[in-house]
């Protein structure tokens, strides 16, 4: 399975935007990059995902490298319920259809 | 967005005693569901991948006898502990596969006395 490395955690000031970096460097062709979100004592929430091109829905932003062996999340302005363990997750969108989770950044947000 | 849901939010047993969980996806079919568990602080580890009708297939070093999965129905599958230990004591989440992503219940939080 894909790995995925993201750094343990970062710290952003509320209303500023925030990058969160992920590399994947072992990915393949058919393997999608998908970002959830877990906030304390809940199940991870669904950001955004993509395979190639960048992109954007109501909660963030993907910017996808061009080899593909990085990408980026982008929170356009954090508010204090941003605050999370962030994952970044390469899928293959066959076979098991499994997800494995890595360390995931943790977001600290202040006001 | 599609809806996964998990009962009970919250168990406490005896330890020696059996905990069922339950993961129902409300508004689709789920031909597949995962089961995850995760210590504090630390990220979910997948435990096993559910398909109905068939047998669940597990990761490697989980116990299928101690974790028994069932999934007899394309919005339902359980996960039973069975005769749980405090060692057992963890958050259990569930989640199914949607077309394109899955879908995480809210998670169960297992307090094995």
């Known amino acids: 399975d894909a790995k995925t490395t993201q750094p343990n955690s970062m710290e952003s000031n509320e209303e500023e935007p925030v990058h969160l970096p992920c590399n994947h460097s072992?990915?393949?062709?058919?393997?999608?990059i998908h970002w959830y979100r877990q906030l304390p004592s809940q199940g991870p929430e669904y950001v955004i995902h993509?395979?190639?091109s960048n992109v954007n829905n109501r909660m963030a932003s993907l910017a996808i490298a061009e080899d593909r062996k990085s990408s980026t999340l982008i929170l356009h302005r954090a508010t204090l319920r941003d605050a999370a363990v962030y994952y970044c997750?390469?899928?293959?969108?066959?076979?098991?259809?499994?997800?494995?989770f890595g360390t995931g950044t943790r977001l600290k947000v202040l006001a | 967005g599609a809806v996964v849901s998990q009962h009970p939010s919250w168990v406490i047993c005896k330890s020696g005693t059996s905990v069922k969980i339950e993961c129902r996806s409300l508004?689709?079919?789920?031909?597949?569901m995962f089961w995850y568990r995760q210590f504090p602080k630390q990220s979910l580890m997948l435990m096993a991948t559910?398909?109905?009708?068939?047998?669940?297939?597990?990761e490697q070093g989980v116990e299928k006898d101690k974790f028994l999965i069932n999934h007899a129905s394309l919005t339902l599958s359980t996960l039973t502990v069975t005769s749980a230990h405090p060692e057992d004591s963890s958050f259990y989440i569930c989640?199914?596969?949607?077309?394109?992503?899955?879908?995480f219940g809210a998670g169960t939080r297992l307090s094995v006395l």
């Open positions: 559910s398909n109905e009708g068939s047998k669940a297939t597990y």
């Open positions: 508004d689709f079919q789920a031909t597949t």
């Open positions: 072992t990915i393949s062709g058919t393997d999608y």
């Open positions: 993509g395979l190639t």
């Open positions: 997750i390469l899928y293959v969108a066959s076979g098991t259809y499994k997800y494995i």
């Open positions: 989640s199914a596969r949607g077309r394109d992503i899955q879908y």
